[in-house]
Structures are given as C-alpha cells and as structure tokens.
C-alpha cells in the first residue's frame, strides 16, 4: 500500500492553498492524499472536510483522494499521522492564529516534531503555482544533509525542473589582512573547501537522480540571508533539520526557524536521519 500525502485542514484560506499544492504534488509523485481535520468534538467539522475536498479535486481532478476527522490536538493528530506519511502539507496560518503571526503555532509544532518531511505552503500564488521551475536546497557541512538534498532531487527530477544547491559559509578570522579587507588568496583557498561540501553532498545522491538538473551556488554571508535571496526565485526551498530538544525554535534551529517565517515560498523540513 502506498502511503499518502497528508494535508492538514482547518478552513482557513492558508490551509486551502496548502491544499491545492497537495494535490498537485500528490498527482506529481503518484501517491493518494489524505486529508486530515482535527478539532475538539462540539466543532462543526462536516463542511471544512466538504469544502477542502472539492478544491483538492477540482484542483486535481485526478487526485486519489480520502479524507478524516479526529478529535484531536491538531499538532498531535497531524505528527502521529506523519509517522506513516509520504510528508505532511500545512498552510503557514490557520483560523485560531493573529492575524500578524507570520507562521501558525501549529505548523511550527508539527515542523520541530514530525518524523516526515514537513512541507508549509506560504508565498504568493507565482511561488505556489510553480513558475520558477527552480528548487533550492540548503547544504550544511557533514553528513546532516543527506535527507535533504535527496529530497529536492526527487523534487527536481519529478518537476522537471533544476535544482540548486546552496552552502553559505563565513571566512575565518585568519583570512584577513587588514581589519577592512580579506586576502583574496586566501579566501579563494577557504573558497574550495566550502565547493567540495557541495560535492561531498551531491555526489552519492544525484546518482540516484540521473535527470535531475543541479546547480552549485557558494555564498560568504549568512546561511539565512542566503537561502531567502536564493528563495526568491523559486517554487520550493528545501533545508534539513536536526531534532533538539527545548524550545520548538531551538529544535528547528536559529535558521530554519526564520526560514519558516520569512521565506517568499513554500519550504519543505527533512528530518535529519
């Protein structure tokens, strides 16, 4: 049995364009979406599954569609959901949330906590809809990007589209030599190592999306500055997360955390193996 693509419902508009982005995507990789309500039991539930639903199909008219209430804590229900999904779908707001709240408590929570890659839907409808024809993975140093980058491969290659891969690193204090100017010698040989992670990175994964069009992209500045500029042409914005414990923040991350509230189009959170 192939495991779904869940979207989380709440009848907020957010939630709606999350849906309309789940169905295409379930559609893209060939898997059923479910989506997925939870409210505490005095609430009217019927028309926000009715509702959700026909968008997903007139949306996708080919979607292989099911759909559940559960009288649940939503971030609950939608992270034990996750334990057994393709990934999660969430709007960046839902009904409860201010209406001055970049990102929703809820997909926050989910974000820190799901064993699946996370995906919140947020941007404007050219981010949403696909014109870029672009994907962008952020690549950190070790291993620890792996998931990640494996999944904007699959990403890319199901699209069509190509990918980039992004790394942002800072020059060490050595590199300088002047207090207002880096030696460009000696960033130049900083310059390769943050290449080779590049490399180290795509190599063993790429190999298993051959069709898959990548792009390398080295920045000196910050991982965050980076990936929103990067971000900005672009349908989707790929970063891997560890799992910390503590505040829901510190478990996504200082970057990731603002990630989530600030990118111009829908991001996708791949749980570090």
């Known amino acids: 049995m192939t495991i779904p693509l869940v979207a989380g419902v709440?009848?907020?508009?957010?939630?709606?364009?999350?849906?309309d982005w789940a169905a295409d995507e379930a559609v893209r990789h060939g898997v059923p979406l479910h989506l997925l309500h939870a409210a505490?039991?005095?609430?009217?539930?019927?028309?926000?599954?009715?509702?959700?639903?026909?968008?997903?199909?007139?949306g996708a008219p080919t979607v292989r569609l099911s759909s559940e209430v559960l009288h649940d804590d939503a971030a609950s229900a939608l992270v034990d959901k996750g334990r057994n999904a393709f990934a999660l779908v969430l709007g960046s707001r839902g009904l409860g949330d201010l209406a001055g709240m970049l990102l929703g408590s809820v997909s926050l929570a989910v974000a820190a906590r799901a064993d699946c890659p996370v995906v919140v839907v947020r941007g404007a409808a050219e981010h949403r809809n696909s014109r870029f024809n672009t994907v962008v993975v952020g690549v950190e140093e070790g291993e620890g990007s792996g998931t990640a980058v494996q999944f904007a491969l699959r990403e890319a290659q199901v699209r069509r589209c190509r990918l980039v891969a992004v790394h942002a690193w800072s020059a060490p204090l050595g590199a300088l030599t002047t207090p207002q100017a880096p030696s460009w010698y000696a960033l130049e040989a900083h310059r390769r190592s943050p290449a080779q992670v590049l490399d180290d990175a795509l190599r063993t994964s790429q190999e298993q999306y051959p069709d898959a069009r990548v792009g390398r992209r080295v920045i000196n500045g910050p991982a965050r500055q980076a990936l929103l500029e990067a971000a900005s042409e672009a349908d989707l914005l790929v970063v891997g997360a560890r799992r910390r414990q503590g505040h829901l923040g510190l478990q996504l991350g200082l970057t990731n955390h603002a990630l989530l509230h600030h990118a111009p189009c829908p991001i996708a959170v791949v749980p570090r193996i």
């Open 10 to 19: 709440d009848g907020s508009e957010a939630s709606l364009e999350a849906v």
């Open 40 to 58: 505490p039991r005095d609430h009217e539930v019927s028309d926000v599954i009715a509702h959700a639903s026909e968008r997903a199909v007139k």
